[in-house]
């Protein structure tokens, strides 16, 4: 069970942090991503990062922006997001899965659990 949080109103250029925090010990072995659906549009990859940590997959639209790592307990990934754009409004959701290509990180199918998603709003 996934549980996403930390969303909220923010300005342009603001920075804010989303925490994904999993139940049960196989939380830690693997991958999470994050994925968001703008209004009015499909769901997209954001950025992801591998069950160990040590590989990150950017979308090219938050590349320089956003960060994606690991908690020290491996119970959660939180991801980053600095310099924040009006059309990075979105509801967030955070997934997980068995993922090891690199090709398959941003592809939502490959995703087991979901978490219900937060709201991250951009005013400019």
């Known amino acids: 069970q996934l549980q996403a949080s930390g969303g909220g109103l923010v300005q342009a250029g603001d920075s804010l942090r989303l925490s994904c925090e999993g139940s049960g010990r196989t939380f830690s072995s693997y991958a999470v991503g994050w994925f968001r659906q703008p209004p009015g549009k499909e769901r997209e990859f954001v950025i992801a990062?591998?069950?160990?940590?040590?590989?990150?997959y950017y979308a090219d639209s938050v590349k320089g922006r956003f960060t994606i790592s690991r908690g020290n307990t491996k119970n959660a990934v939180y991801l980053q997001m600095h310099s924040l754009k009006p059309e990075d409004t979105a509801v967030y959701y955070c997934?997980?899965?068995?993922?090891?290509?690199?090709?398959?990180?941003?592809?939502?199918?490959?995703?087991?659990?979901w978490g219900q998603g937060t709201q991250v709003t951009v005013s400019s």
């Open positions: 997934a997980a899965g068995n993922i090891f290509a690199y090709s398959d990180y941003p592809q939502p199918m490959k995703y087991d659990y």
């Open positions: 990062v591998s069950w160990s940590g040590a590989t990150s």
